[in-house]
């Protein structure tokens, strides 16, 4: 079974600062996409961006960046120029080449003008 | 369109009552979800609908029973729930046999059993 690990619960971060959100995960596949996704208090997930495991780049999206390492399991999440809209949870997620989403614990970031 | 809408927003609903929860899609989707979120936790999964036939069920109780009459809607039918049951419950839908393009998700039902 995989697993989804965010170890920061939670993070706070100055207007038009940078923030990273880490997240780890376990797995023994080798074909799988990972997710950030967002969850504003208005309660909607928001998909922010998707990494492909067999692609080597880097996702970018916008102000959103993406620091993959498959070897070491590893999938932050990178926001730049943050915005108090980006005030929200944040759950990376695993998905296996079926159907199959599975969450990390979350990270709640608050953006503080 | 790509959303999922569900409908109530809100429901407040006694121990004994009946009510549904509704989701549609109109993005072709052929498999939806229904998910629990309790606050400050992650989503959990309760039921999996591919091609309109339940292919997954998380050990739900009974009080809850979903339904797919269609490729479009998704219902879950309560009865007899228990106040450790409120919390917000999420729709999601993906288009299957790849998981690379996520989930689409409702913006929930917020549920309060009294």
């Known amino acids: 079974a995989q697993t989804v690990t965010q170890s920061q619960p939670e993070m706070s971060v100055q207007e038009a600062e940078t923030v990273t959100l880490s997240c780890t995960y376990d797995?023994?596949?080798?074909?799988?996409?990972l997710f950030w996704y967002k969850q504003p208090p208005s309660r909607q997930m928001i998909l922010v961006i998707r990494q492909e495991a067999y692609k080597q780049q880097n996702a970018t999206e916008n102000r959103f960046s993406v620091n993959f390492q498959k070897a070491a399991k590893s999938f932050s999440l990178k926001i730049s120029d943050s915005q108090l809209g980006d005030t929200a949870m944040y759950f990376c997620a695993f998905n296996n080449a079926g159907n199959m989403l599975t969450f990390g614990g979350g990270t709640r970031l608050m953006v503080k003008p | 369109d790509t959303e999922v809408t569900q409908t109530p927003k809100h429901l407040v609903m006694g121990m004994t009552n009946k009510k549904s929860l509704k989701c549609e899609q109109h993005?072709?989707?052929?498999?939806m979800y229904w998910y629990k979120q309790k606050a400050k936790k992650p989503p959990e999964l309760m039921f999996v609908y591919s091609y309109e036939k339940l292919s997954i069920n998380e050990s739900v109780p009974s009080r809850f029973s979903p339904e797919c009459p269609n490729s479009s809607l998704l219902n879950l039918h309560l009865h007899a729930l228990q106040p450790e049951d409120s919390a917000l419950y999420l729709c999601?839908?993906?288009?299957?046999?790849?998981?690379?393009?996520?989930?689409?998700f409702g913006s929930g039902t917020r549920l309060t059993v009294v």
């Open positions: 999601a839908s993906s288009s299957t046999g790849t998981g690379g393009k996520g989930y689409t």
């Open positions: 797995t023994s596949e080798n074909n799988y996409y």
């Open positions: 993005m072709g989707h052929r498999a």
